[in-house]
């Protein structure tokens, strides 16, 4: 059977290779914790719940979902209330905002309204593993923007070659950072806008984690002067909300490439379920509080997990930002070796770096996203079953 040419390019998507990995060792009896995946077990806001319940009860919404493409419009208005409030952004929900079935999806409508066969897109390594895929399903070749520690995980302009600067059509990048956890600051964003238009590039700026900041401001990038002329954001009920399962969310900004994602939903799918929008604007209007008491959550796992690393001999500042810790290996060990140690130490997985891009080598990644007793449970073990570790 002939398959398309383009998916020979793809690598074997991380989480399914893990998930399998720990399928089979709960199949042979072994109590498995996984701090590998970025999917909140909490459970979803009740409102949101209820909201759901009571939309799937109205037959008139049992029809293609309203406004197929764009999503309905008071789903929109509901995103612009909650950009204006908890981002200080202002957009127009008639032409400035889409809803998506969530930000990965939403990567994809970005390549195929914006890049071209042939274009060079620029990507962060480490990154999210998702935006290659979507790069090389257009006909377009990712370029590796390296990130390091140094530069606090943030791509640094001025390395990055004129003519790869010129030759770019656009850009994906994502802070708060899966893997690293890195935030951007206000100054960062300014010198975003001003590359993308020196440079005409359009940048998919994938803001899913917005609200998981610690001890720094939450940011947009819709927050830099001229934003909306250079790019997008894209955003999500997942994290916040705890609403990974429900698959819903949102790209906003420049009108043109926003009308372009809508055109691309249009020929795609047909829209989101009407309920989980209105769900959705449960989430959006009722739920600050909600996503406020997880970030104090995320903080209190955060600390053990540090307490315990630091417990092991690690010396690591945290990240400001995401659910991760992004931690360095200890000596003689790449990342793949060390979470294969850890598993047979432990039965804990975590994400090698290597599967974010070549510099994510040497680096490990922990997630917040699993229940206390687990998650203390996990952190036992390594205190008790992990010998020294050399980190000079
Ligand atoms: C950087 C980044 N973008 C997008 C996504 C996908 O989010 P969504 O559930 O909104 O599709 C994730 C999920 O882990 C992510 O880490």
Redesign the pocket.
Known sequence: MQTANRLKKIPPYLFMTLRNKINEAKARGIDVISLAI??PVDPTPQPVIDALCKAAQDPGNHRYPTDEEWGMQSFRDAVARWYARRYDVQLDPTKEIVA????????HHFALGVINPGDTVLVTDPG?P?YKPSIWFVGAEPHAVPMKDENDFLPKFEDIPSDVAKKATAFYL?YP??PTGAVATRPFLDELVEFARSNDIVICY?N??SEVVFGVERLSFLNADGAKEVGVE?N????PFNM?GW?I?MACGNADIVNAMATSKANTDSGIFNAIQYAGIAALDECDNFSDEMLAIYTRRRESVLATLRELGWTYEPPKG?FYLWVPVPKGYTSAEFCAFLFEKCAVVIAPGAAYGENGEGYVRFSLTVGEDRLEEALRRMRENLPKLNFD
């Open positions: 970025g999917d998506l079935i969530g930000s990965k999806e939403g990567c999210y998702g994502n950072n899966n994938d899913p984690y894209l999500s009920l997942s994290k990974t698959r969310g995401a």
